[in-house]
Nanobody, 119 residues
Framework: QVQLVESGGGLVQPGGSLELSCVLSGSKFAFKTYDVNWYRQAPGQEREPVASISKDNEKKYADSVKDRFAISRDNGRKTAYLEMFSLKVEDTAVYYC???????????WGQGTQVAVYT
């Protein structure tokens, strides 16, 4: 059974940086066969996409985080990363990792990691 574990969240002041990690385990498929997405959900709001990286390393970003966030992956470590720079109060949310296996289209979610940007 696929498991995703996010880490790296925390408290930071505006303008600060954090790096989130998402580690995959329990899959018979290689990590390189997964598309990886980062989502976030702020209190009282719907979950929204933040960034994605395909199995072919194609990257996409929400307009709200473009030029401030960077998504990457290390297939050997079965890990995806989300580097967040110039954080704003409005980036406060629980951040979730999601993977989609390219062959089966099976989707998995992590438990989320809290990011809080406070003044």
């Amino acid at each position: 059974q696929v498991q995703l574990v996010e880490s790296g969240g925390g408290l930071v002041q505006p303008g600060g940086s954090l790096e989130l990690s998402c580690v995959l385990s329990g899959s018979k498929f290689a990590f390189k066969t997964y598309d990886v997405n980062w989502y976030r959900q702020a209190p009282g709001q719907e979950r929204e996409p933040v960034a994605s990286i395909s199995k072919d390393n194609e990257k996409k970003y929400a307009d709200s985080v473009k030029d401030r966030f960077a998504i990457s992956r290390d297939n050997g470590r079965k890990t995806a990363y989300l580097e967040m720079f110039s954080l704003k109060v409005e980036d406060t949310a629980v951040y979730y990792c999601n993977t989609i296996q390219s062959l089966t289209r099976g989707s998995s979610w992590g438990q989320g990691t809290q990011v809080a940007v406070y003044t």
